[in-house]
């Protein structure tokens, strides 16, 4: 996040302005995890829900805008994912 949205003014966005973009990327959604089952930890929905919510804490914002957090979801069409979080 600090090196996509970050103005200036940090080692992040300093190396954003190096890499030939010098203006923030200003992404707004942002992925928390990723396939939490198979090769992702085969985690319980419950779970999952605890460790989004703990990583959650430390996705403030980076300059504008405002992240908006996405969680992921079941390998299939599993509901029990959908009342966890």
């Known amino acids: ?46 779970e999952y829900a605890d460790e989004f919510r703990r990583f959650a804490v430390y996705l403030h914002g980076f300059g504008e805008p405002r992240p908006f957090l996405i969680a992921s979801g079941p390998d299939g069409n599993n509901a029990e994912w959908a009342v966890a979080c």
């Not at 996040?1 to 010098?22: I, K, Q, T, V």
């Open 1 to 46: 996040m600090e090196y996509c949205n970050y103005p200036d003014g940090s080692s992040l966005a300093e190396e954003r302005a190096a890499n030939a973009s010098p203006e923030p990327f200003r992404v707004r959604y942002w992925g928390v995890g990723n396939e939490s089952w198979g090769c992702g930890g085969e985690m319980r929905p419950e």
